[in-house]
């Protein structure tokens, strides 16, 4: 093995160990959050306060509600045996209130409720879905609420 | 219902002739008879006209909305105007299969006539390698997601395009995103060929220099077009989040990167080419594992497409992939022998090695922390995600690295730069780095990692400065052209090495863009009545009430804001909340306006009978040098691809030319 050969080979472990300290210095634990299902949350219980969680589920019909003064919403999302109340603070996706599962991700604090610093909506690109699982698609009412409050603003704003 | 039919069988006939064609082909690459290997070739041919007969008929019931077939009903409805029930044919799993299987056909085509009399040792397994391929895509499209299924009871109407879909952005990112991912596939095959045949020269590798370049543009221009569609479109004011979709279109463009720059090495000085062969082995690879990853559900994203069943077939497909392609490179090792050693670390080639050890560093932390969930929860049971600070934190020092090493790379030379050249090369773009890097710290730039990526990024932009100079001057010593005149025919004379240049100054405004639109976005959230203002950093939103619209497809309201800045009026900014009605679905249309500085971007979220309307403002520096840097990176590419020939003037004298050609240059493309 020649000395250039050698050279290179200490450039490169130096190199690759340099990737491996910035790859493990990376994974601590504000980096990190345990996928979990509601029910795991509800058996864990208090043991995970401090960490952070990510749970997917369906919002329970009818306990989504809004504060729309303090931009918080909070909803209960559905497990097998128990349910996981949420709250969010800001603006939340479009979707929300349409039935897709949803993704929260933050803390449970002292309540037991998880506090959730992101919120998304998985939404399927196709409906059928949706109807093959026997659910119901929402309603085009539901929806033109939002335009109905907006029509009425237009009318005050013309009288 | 002829067209029913024929789009039906017309793929189960395909799919058997895929077959037969690689089987005919392979059989008679190995025991020389070349009746089979045309054979096969005619039968590769036929599955093109089969397959392009299938994608047809689909997009005309789509267009003539034959709600009989399932898949149309599922992405197309009475509204959906005829723009988007064309782009429906990739709306939804079976017609974007379908795409993907079409497009590897009409490249299969393309391959087939301009290596009629070319590559004759490889093309038998070329043919093979492209018609597996298709066989893998029709296996699921006729066993799993049948295009082409009807309903037993005829809809009135149908369920509709998504309606997230139905946005330009949307209508020409897949598409984008499928021409790169198929595309790899044509040199992955070229090297099958190789391994197989034995012919292990560089010929499989500027034979596909073209369509690698095609495949990487278009994956870079497709990840782009997402980036932007989301960031106009989903209202969160950003563009990427590191979601395992995203994730999965940027390894192989990654990969596709490295493979780009290492081809150079082997083309100039017959090397490194077992590491060649690994890289697109793993680039094809990784578009399968792309695919297979958005459409399996094995990973939570937001992105969520349709969760189906065949995420088996795919990860067996993908192994057969990896365990033919590395078997085949073991067997042939022997053939793969380097031509050259590496000479010193100042040196052309060093530094492309460390170049591709830093970018498949970035692709293997990209795997590890997408994959992260399933492979925790093998080893410890437990299903953990990391988050977009983990990806920050990996992949910007290495970005960064990237940068230093995309400056400094063209201004080496091969082989071994002396100390003198070193310097003598480095002295300009070090200092107009150092003096931006100076400048901004002056300025008040305190961010660590955006004042490093912006000296970086002119660091870069003044090596290619610095490269164009010299270039130019002598064209304008010896030629007597003018400046522009000099430009172009030094471009036009060296397409590859200029063309990699403009790519990377297009870098470097992306990496710009990316670096103050992350570091230094303002947002701010808040709930206004009507005439009611809000303040962020000397920019005031005053909102002003609601506008409402109503086409075929979906009703809008509209928020109508004005914006002031330090108390003078920019100007109007309407942020359009829509309704569709089938599905019913609503969509966020940011208001947003552009600007060479700054976005200024309005999300209007929901409104009150009484009108006060809850909004997300945000002012998002630079962004637009990103989607400025992605045209820039079109012409680079555009220029890459152009014919050799191609916009030189005529030779005046047989000897002046030459001058300017033969500097310390690197080129793009195999």
């Not at chain 1, 050969?5 to 450039?11: N, Q, V």
């Not at chain 2, 950093?537 to 005053?542: A, E, I, V």
């Not at chain 2, 947003?592 to 006060?612: H, K, M, N, P, Q």
């Amino acid at each position: 093995m020649n000395v250039n050969r050698i050279k290179f080979l200490i450039a490169g472990a130096v190199l690759l160990s340099a990737f491996l300290f910035l790859f493990l210095s990376a994974f601590q634990s504000e980096n990190l959050s345990y996928f979990l299902t509601v029910d795991e949350i509800a058996d864990k219980g208090q043991s995970l306060s401090g960490r952070g969680i990510r749970v997917e589920g369906k919002i329970v019909p009818d306990s989504f509600s809004r504060n729309s003064e303090a931009m918080r919403i909070s909803f209960t999302l559905q497990g097998e045996n128990s349910v996981l109340p949420v709250k969010y603070t800001g603006v939340p996706p479009d979707l929300i209130e349409n039935g897709f599962p949803v993704i929260a991700e933050g803390k449970i604090n002292g309540q037991g409720v998880l506090v959730a610093k992101n919120l998304m909506v998985a939404c399927p690109s196709k409906f059928t879905e949706m109807k093959d699982a026997g659910e119901k698609v929402p309603d085009a009412a539901d929806h033109l609420k939002l335009i109905d409050s907006a029509a009425l603003i237009k009318d005050q704003a013309k009288n | 219902m002829f067209l029913i039919e024929l789009g039906h069988y017309g793929l189960w006939a395909a799919y058997a002739l895929a077959l037969f064609s690689a089987a005919a082909s392979v059989w008679g690459g190995l025991h020389k008879r070349p009746e089979l290997v045309a054979a096969g070739r005619n039968a590769a041919i036929a599955v093109f006209w089969l397959v392009s007969a299938a994608s047809a008929s689909l997009i005309v019931l789509l267009m003539t909305r034959d709600y009989r077939v399932e898949y149309v009903v599922s992405v197309v409805n009475n509204n959906l105007n005829a723009f988007y029930r064309f782009s429906s044919f990739w709306g939804g799993q079976e017609g974007s299969l379908l795409l993907w299987l079409l497009l590897l056909c009409v490249f299969s085509f393309i391959v087939l006539r301009q290596n009629r009399h070319r590559n004759l040792e490889l093309m038998p397994y070329v043919t093979a390698t492209l018609m597996v391929t298709a066989a893998f895509f029709m296996t699921i499209l006729n066993f799993v997601t049948p295009p082409f299924d009807t309903l037993a009871n005829l809809p009135l109407d149908g369920r509709g395009l998504n309606p997230l879909l139905q946005d330009w952005g949307m209508v020409i990112h897949p598409p984008n995103l499928f021409l790169g991912y198929v595309g790899f596939a044509v040199p992955f095959a070229f090297c099958v060929g190789a391994l197989v045949s034995g012919k292990l020269d560089s010929a499989w590798i500027s034979t596909t220099r073209r369509w690698t370049l095609m495949a990487w543009f278009f994956n870079g221009i497709g990840i782009m077009l997402g980036g932007a569609w989301a960031y106009r479109e989903l209202g969160w004011g950003g563009y990427w989040a590191w979601d395992p979709v995203e994730n999965a279109s940027l390894m192989p463009f990654i990969m596709g990167t490295a493979f780009l720059h290492s081809v150079m090495i082997q083309e100039k000085r017959g090397m490194l080419k077992v590491w060649n062969v690994s890289l697109i082995i793993a680039t094809y690879a990784l578009t399968l594992f792309g695919t297979f990853l958005t459409r399996s559900g094995i990973i939570s994203s937001v992105h969520a497409f349709a969760n189906s069943s065949f995420g088996w077939v795919f990860l067996a497909y993908i192994a057969v992939t990896l365990i033919v392609g590395f078997g085949l490179l073991i067997w042939r090792l022997p053939l793969l022998k380097s031509e050259h050693e590496m000479e010193s670390f100042f040196s052309r080639e060093a530094s492309f090695l460390l170049n591709n050890v830093v970018l498949v560093g970035i692709t293997f932390a990209v795997f590890w922390g997408t994959m992260f969930p399933v492979i925790s929860e093998a080893v410890k049971g437990v299903k953990v995600t990391v988050g977009p600070p983990f990806f920050n934190q990996v992949i910007v020092p290495i970005g960064l690295l990237l940068m230093l090493l995309a400056g400094v790379s063209p201004l080496l030379a091969w082989r071994r730069a002396s100390t003198k050249v070193i310097r003598k090369n480095l002295t300009y773009p070090v200092v107009v780095a150092l003096v931006t890097l100076a400048a901004l710290v002056t300025l008040g730039v305190r961010h660590v990692f955006a004042v490093l990526a912006f000296a970086l990024a002119v660091f870069m932009v003044a090596s290619v400065v610095l490269e164009y100079h010299r270039g130019i001057s002598a064209r304008r010593r010896h030629q007597g052209d003018g400046i522009f005149a000099a430009a172009w025919e030094l471009t036009m004379r060296n397409k590859r090495r200029f063309g990699g240049y403009i790519i990377h100054f297009s870098m470097a405004l992306i990496f710009i863009g990316i670096a103050a639109s992350s570091a230094y976005q303002q947002v701010g959230e808040v709930r206004l009545s009507v005439g009611e203002s809000f303040a962020m950093n000397g920019m005031r939103f005053k909102y002003e009430g609601i506008r409402q619209e109503r086409v075929p497809q979906y009703q809008s309201a509209f928020a109508r804001l004005a914006v002031y800045r330090n108390g003078a009026r920019l100007g109007e900014l309407e942020a359009e909340k829509r309704l569709y009605f089938t599905p019913p679905q609503p969509t966020t249309e940011a208001g947003i306006r552009y600007g060479l500085t700054e976005d200024i971007y309005a999300v209007f979220s929901d409104v009150d009978e009484d009108g006060s309307a809850t909004f997300k403002f945000m002012v998002n520096p630079l962004i637009n040098w990103i989607w400025a840097g992605g045209l820039v990176f079109t012409l680079g590419a555009i220029v890459c691809f152009l014919p050799e020939r191609w916009g030189r003037r005529r030779r005046r004298t047989k000897v002046s030319g030459a001058r300017a050609e033969t500097g310390a240059g690197t080129e793009v493309g195999a």
